[in-house]
């Protein structure tokens, strides 16, 4: 049997039946449902419980963990990846026909739209609040965090002293003028930092800094994060700011022997305190089955199921470090006091500043 599904939305309409990724694009699509509803209605057995799952992540260690949860639990799960933003829009669009259960995300600006949206129901169990810390999982119960990301400072040394950046702060000091390198305003990661310094300091002292930042900063906004931690590498910025796994990706070489190599040119700071953003989970509204959906994402923030989670790609746990042994080279960090709900509903306020503070 394939492991991933995917859905066929004009019959997933009707039907809620997700297809096979080998047979989709052939008419052997209809012919396959057409087979398994009939082989259900001959068999006069309920069928087996399943649910579909939608995720915003790609790593095929993932998979691995919804074998491991249907193994366990009986439930199968039909998987359906794509990138967060088409995910929240699919859903939408799908409305109650939608075969999805289970929406997956990453951070928090995108769990507040699909919240905005509508997008989940409000699900709580003892587990969720047990392994969810408070300020990780949504008052209202629609999402709760499965795993921690930081973003932290890249730092080459040749140019820049690690030891004088101790806060987000620091980056806009006159000092760093024509060293920081950021990623650009559309990024849901500054969104969320700038989102973080409202919450922490007001929108004064946030404005101020943006300003510093912006002006620090003299060539082109990235626009994703592994190109601004090799250009940090290179020496071509100085300083930067991106997620942790980013650069944990590249020192265990999955990203190839060049890039394991630049990023050991690395200096890397966790401003005090650190801006923690997640990746989480939540049940759809229209969700037929919600008690199958909850209790996939209690497997995923549980410690067992979320180590995996985690580990896939190099993000911390809901508590403590974890046992991936680069994160433990980067040490230890103390993470801010905010909450990821708090994030998400400052984030139109933070990409207004971002605007108007002239960040591209
Ligand atoms: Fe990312």
Redesign the pocket.
Known sequence: MPEIWVAVQAIARTRRTLVPLGLIGSSLAATALAAAALAQQGSGKAPPAEIGVYSGRHYNTDKELYRQFTARTGIKVNLLEGKDDALIERLRSEGKASPADVLVL?DAARLEKASAQGAFQSARSAALLRDVPVNLRDSKGRWYALTR?VRFVVVNPKQVNPASIRTYADLARPGLKGKLCLRDRKSV?NQSLVADQLLQRGEAATRQWIKGVVSNVTQPFFTS?TPLARAVATGECGVGVV?T??VARMLSGEGGAQDQALARNLKVVFPNPAHVNISGAGVTRHSRNPKAAIRLIEFLASPSGGRGYAEANHEYPLKGYGDNAILKRFGPFKADAVTVEGLGAKNRAAVALMEAGGWK
């Open positions: 990453v990301r990661y994060d997620n796994y980013y």
